[in-house]
């Protein structure tokens, strides 16, 4: 029993960084549309951007916000730059240059700051050793991160339900003629959504840093597990996301230990194959809301 | 200079550029320019990369003014003209192995990898640019063709021409089954059904290493025998899978320009319209992803057959993602762009290594994004937009300025070179 | 004018068919017919063993004024932190050429990108051998990769010598592929350094395994497992993987913990191995570590794992090399020397990387040992014999005491594993530094 629970609470863990990234991939989507592969690339960067604060001596609560400000003009840049021009271009073209974006931050980090691990602190207040219950043992940082992440949910589905700036951003994503029409300046609506989307980005990379060690590849290899997150919880619902995520972690963590065929060999397998199903039921995920299509 | 003003460059934009980056490429190396830290030495590459592409441009629009009296005078003409074009290309790998040492970073074992890709690619562009599904799971029917090959020579001593065979079988009754889930699936939802797939080789094939070879993978050098009036290993291979290529190469364009092909790019432009017309859009794209399943699979066998190796680790999502990223540069929705997708992929990492062994990557996502821009069709597409351009009358000056040296002339609509 | 395609289509067809299925039929699997085309370096005359230093002999690949040496690296893609060993070495020769290069030679080292996939090595190792035409192949890099390569290298009897992986395979049969030679010290010795400590100081500890499911985990298991012997089962109590593609090891730490073993077999690379380290501590488990040496760099791996309050007061692992970001060498003058090295020929590098100090003793162990000693007879057959009856050469910046030994194939004992000695250390986590203990053991005997 203790083993199962402490494995939930790992997978939970796990689930929660997938969840992190797997915001900032429904953000994207619901403001743009877009599928942003780079995501993870950029938010990888911008953590790599607040480790250099932080080793030029800045406090942890300065270095931050300082960084998400940051990401999230350079969000705006990115969108305005290097999206804009390609907005109306076919879907596979936007994929494409997300993928190069993808390539182009992995390279040019490696470069910068080659590929040796660089060590990534907690925040500062946040309690480093872990609290014990008879046997379970549970980390502060994890339930630090996840607080974050339900706070973080809530404020995008509020963004996005019970704000006019959250409508502005649906209705640009959804309708962009309509919208201009309406006096909504869909241009910068979506530079907004990146923007946000590139700051929550790097939120989730600053979070997930002490957990997956920084290296170049770090949100590479998260990326693929939030973008699994975010379709099982459905690509239009930061519910969705978290869900997802949590959901994601824990079918690992646990069909790798009670699954005797799958292990630790086969678990992401056994996780794509959930997601699969799932989706042959509900093709717009768990949370997702079917898209209707006009002719 | 009244010439300079009113030229048309946003049309004809790679007149103007080829003069420029033909000039940096010459002077460059009398310059400094490639001392600048980081972007220095990208210079002069980038100035060629463009000057080539202009250049081909520009042949592309003379060829077409040259040819155009004769074209518009017999439809024959034109079939022949483009049997002549594909006489050339032919003639080109044909005769590979006698120039081939000369290409610089090239080798015929080298071409022979990039004609596999090419094999993928095709199936990608009737999958993606035709069929419009975006798929992230090459990787894994070529994998399949890999192991196919690798199982069967562990397990059971099959000769590998049977791999030949049997690889695209199997790897297309798999990209069928495939196809069913992915109906139901759109978008992103579907990227991520085929990144699964990618993504679950690996693992599925360390786990059943009793017949794989787990880790260690499948050596096979020195054991696939060719026939006994070859002496050249490599030549025979390149020619085999030069063959099997163009036999690839014309079904995918049978495929394309019959009754399926119309269906598919109905299917990709308005599903539900096609659907209503009476299109069974389930039935073609199970199909098309079977194709593509099977095309990717005999790529795959091929390129066990000459690599002699097979491992788990080698067919990875960034394979998928390399596949994918040839066929936008060559041009997705055309069939002849695999071949400049699977040269680019072959080739250009060697390039960009050779510039800057620090973030090559960092160049060739440069070079992507920079297409995406300037060429989104690829490079076929762009060309075959040059030569319809040129054929129906380039226009070399801008019309409003071309209508006010009209007015100021005092002759209306003087022709020119501006047919609006 | 659909006939006439339909006709060419049929015809090219029936060609491709015919082609395959003659390649079918004549293509049953002896083991007797060739492969690949003839090779096309010249072939010396062998044999004499006396001393020819002075009489000029060179195969493709060596002239008066240069050695031309090939390699592969993953400058791209996933692994391409590894790239660094490439510019490294890269960086030591240029700095031995501009010392006037090796007996009046400049070394031309040529690299390649394989982007770490044994297809794309074996078109980097074609290309190097056929169309560069180098004397060699010096340090190719990961164990699929070489397992590639290494048949065609060794058909074609090209020098394929300290490849960068401890793979124990490249030295247990030099019989099979004498062209082969690996260098740092293998896993699977490694394994049975442990399994000897254990025995003396935990005779009977439960050892739970996490390893990174590859070529290189699956060597130092299997080493471990056969150092053991009849006992692996009772004493292994657990194992766990986990893939480079994996985010976090942690749900596998959990269940190596709640398997109730007091030892844990640490198989994996930096950036996992500190999660691990971490994640042990943070879930109450207190195990003894045995921590593969690819991890025990203290900059990457023990520092950031120090700074998320893990445990590190019972660790082992074994040393060959001197870490740069180890206090206790900063004043070495090796060290020292390396890190000026560092600074004037690849300032872009990380001193501290592992890999960097890696790369530089290798290429300098390439360069004294068998470039110097080979003088003016630069053929193929040359090279692998200086590579392969080297005796107790000294690279400074390895630990005191190793020497690194090879012996040739029809020598009485071949030895084809130049480095096989190293030393149990115990981290000091007061004062951040590995404590050497007990003996440079050498492995060799227990051959």
């Known amino acids: 029993m203790t083993e199962f629970i402490q494995l939930v609470l790992a997978g939970t863990a796990n689930g929660c960084i997938y969840g992190l990234l797997a915001l900032a991939l429904v953000l994207i989507y619901r403001s743009t549309h877009i599928i942003n592969f780079g995501q993870g690339e950029m938010a990888m960067f911008s953590t790599y951007i607040c480790w250099s604060f932080l080793n030029a001596g800045m406090g942890y609560w300065v270095a931050v916000p300082l960084t998400l400000i940051l990401a999230f003009a350079a969000g705006l840049a990115v969108q305005r730059i290097l999206i804009r021009p390609v907005q109306s271009a076919p879907e596979l073209t936007i994929v494409i240059v997300t993928l190069g974006l993808y390539l182009f931050f992995n390279s040019l980090a490696l470069w910068i700051y080659s590929g040796v691990p660089k060590p990534f602190p907690l925040p500062t207040g946040v309690r480093q050793a872990s609290w014990q219950v008879g046997d379970i043992f549970i980390v502060p940082y994890h339930l630090f991160i996840f607080v974050v992440l339900i706070v973080l949910m809530l404020a995008l589905y509020v963004l996005f339900q019970r704000t006019k700036l959250g409508l502005g951003l649906r209705a640009a994503a959804a309708q962009p003629v309509s919208s201009r029409l309406v006096g909504i300046n869909v241009g910068w609506m979506l530079a907004l959504g990146w923007g946000i989307a590139a700051a929550a980005g790097a939120l989730a990379g600053i979070l997930s840093a002490p957990i997956v060690q920084l290296e170049p590849n770090f949100m590479a290899t998260v990326l693929i597990f939030s973008f699994a997150s975010a379709t099982l919880g459905g690509f239009d619902s930061p519910p969705g996301a978290v869900v997802g995520g949590i959901a994601l972690g824990n079918i690992v963590a646990l069909g790798g230990r009670y699954i005797e065929f799958i292990g630790t060999q086969l678990d992401i397998v056994l996780a794509l194959v959930v997601i699969v199903a799932v989706l042959l039921v509900r093709p717009a995920g768990l949370f997702g809301r079917q898209a209707v299509q006009r002719v | ?420 | 004018m659909r006939k006439p395609k339909r006709w060419t289509a049929l015809l090219a067809l029936l060609a491709a068919v015919a082609m395959v299925l003659a390649a079918a039929c004549g293509g049953d699997d002896d083991d007797d017919k060739k492969e690949t085309p003839a090779p096309g370096g010249a072939a010396t005359a062998a044999a004499s063993p006396t001393q020819q230093q002075d009489v000029k002999k060179y195969d493709t690949g060596a002239s008066d004024t240069e050695i031309k040496i090939g390699s592969c690296y993953p400058f791209s893609g996933p692994a391409a932190a590894y790239g660094t060993i490439g510019k490294v070495i890269e960086a030591y020769f240029k700095m031995v050429n501009e010392q006037g290069g090796v007996n009046g030679r400049k070394i031309t080292f040529i690299t390649q990108d394989d982007q770490y996939s044994p297809d794309k090595t074996v078109q980097c190792v074609r290309t190097l051998v056929e169309q560069e035409k180098v004397l060699f192949i010096f340090n190719t890099l990961g164990t699929p990769s070489n397992t590639a390569i290494w048949d065609y290298l060794n058909q074609q009897k090209i020098p394929h010598i300290f490849v960068a992986t401890g793979a124990s395979k490249w030295g247990a049969d030099p019989k099979s592929h004498p062209w082969t030679l690996g260098w740092q010290p293998d896993y699977q010795s490694e394994s049975a350094i442990y399994v000897e400590w254990l025995s003396k100081e935990k005779p009977n500890a439960k050892v739970a395994i996490l390893y990174q499911n590859d070529d290189y985990g699956k060597d130092y298991v299997e080493g471990f497992k056969k150092a053991l012997g009849a006992k692996a089962s009772q004493v292994i109590v657990k194992e766990a993987t986990y893939a480079t593609t994996d985010a976090s090891v942690s749900a596998q730490v959990t269940q190596l913990k709640e398997s109730g073993a007091d030892t844990f077999f640490l198989v994996a690379t930096p950036k996992f191995a500190t999660q691990a380290l971490i994640t042990a501590t943070q879930v109450g488990w207190k195990p003894t570590i045995l921590l593969n040496s690819v991890s025990q760099s203290i900059p990457a791996v023990l520092d950031p794992a120090a700074q998320q309050g893990a445990d590190l007061s019972n660790i082992i692992t074994t040393i060959y090399i001197k870490d740069p970001g180890d206090p206790q060498w900063a004043n070495d003058k090796a060290i020292q020397d390396y890190k000026a090295f560092m600074k004037k020929y690849y300032p872009d590098g990380n001193p501290n990387d592992g890999f960097n100090v890696y790369g530089y003793s290798v290429a300098q162990t390439l360069v004294e040992g068998v470039l110097k000693r080979a003088g003016n007879n630069l053929t193929r057959e040359n090279i692998l014999k200086q590579a392969t009856s080297i005796k107790d050469l000294r690279i400074e910046t390895l630990l005191p005491g190793i020497l690194i030994n090879t012996s040739p194939l029809d020598s009485p004992e071949p030895d084809y594993y130049p480095i096989q000695a190293e030393q149990l250390a115990k981290y000091n986590p007061s004062a951040k530094k590995w404590d050497l203990f007990g003996e440079v053991i050498d492995v060799s005997k227990k051959k």
């Open chain 2, 1 to 420: 200079m009244d010439f300079v003003r009113t030229f048309d460059y946003r049309k004809n934009w790679f007149f103007p550029l080829l003069i420029l980056a033909g000039l940096i490429w010459l002077v460059e190396p009398q310059t400094n320019i490639a001392d600048i830290p980081a972007v220095g030495k990208l210079v002069r590459p980038a100035a060629g990369l463009a000057a080539l592409l202009s250049l081909s441009a520009i042949a592309t629009v003379v060829a077409a003014l040259a040819l155009s009296p004769l074209l518009d005078r017999s439809p024959a003409a034109a079939r022949a003209l483009r049997w002549a074009g594909y006489a050339l290309i032919i003639a080109f790998f044909l005769f590979m192995p006698l120039y081939v040492e000369k290409i610089p970073h090239a080798s015929m074992l080298k071409m022979t990898v990039a004609i596999q890709f090419m094999i993928v690619i095709v199936g990608i562009n009737l999958l993606t640019g035709f069929g419009g599904q975006i798929s992230l799971g090459q990787s894994a029917f070529f994998a399949i063709g890999g192991y196919t090959l690798g199982i069967g020579f562990r397990q059971w001593e099959m000769p590998w021409g049977w791999s030949l065979l049997i690889a695209p079988l199997l790897a297309g009754v798999a990209g069928f089954l495939i196809g069913i889930p992915a109906l139901r699936f759109k978008g992103p939802y579907l990227a991520l059904a085929t990144l699964s797939l990618a993504v679950t080789v690996t693992p599925l094939a360390k786990k059943f290493e009793h017949y794989t070879g787990g880790v260690q993978g499948v050596s096979m050098f020195g054991k696939l025998n060719i026939p006994f009036w070859e002496t050249n290993p490599d030549r025979f291979f390149y020619y085999l899978t030069a063959v099997l290529a163009l036999l690839v190469f014309v079904l995918a364009a049978n495929i394309r320009r019959g009754r399926f092909g119309r269906a598919l790019i109905a299917i990709r432009d308005n599903e539900t319209a096609a659907a209503a017309m009476g299109v069974n859009v389930a039935l073609y794209k199970m199909t098309v992803f079977g194709i593509a399943g099977a095309f990717a699979g005999l790529a795959g066998a091929l390129n066990g057959v000459v690599i002699q190796f097979v491992s788990p680790d080698q067919y990875s999502v960034l394979l998928s993602i390399r596949f994918l990223v040839g066929a936008v540069i060559g041009g997705v929705a055309t069939i002849n762009g695999a071949i400049v997708g699977g040269l680019f992929q072959q080739f250009v990492p060697d390039v960009t290594v050779s510039i800057n062994k620090s973030a090559p990557d960092a160049i060739q996502a440069a070079i992507l994004i920079v297409f995406m821009y300037v060429m989104r069709h690829g490079v076929v597409g762009f060309l075959e937009q040059t030569w319809r351009y040129a054929r129906s009358g380039m226009r070399m000056r801008k019309p409003a300025a071309a209508q006010e040296a009209a007015a100021i002339a005092g002759r209306p609509g003087e022709a020119g070179a501006g047919r609006s």
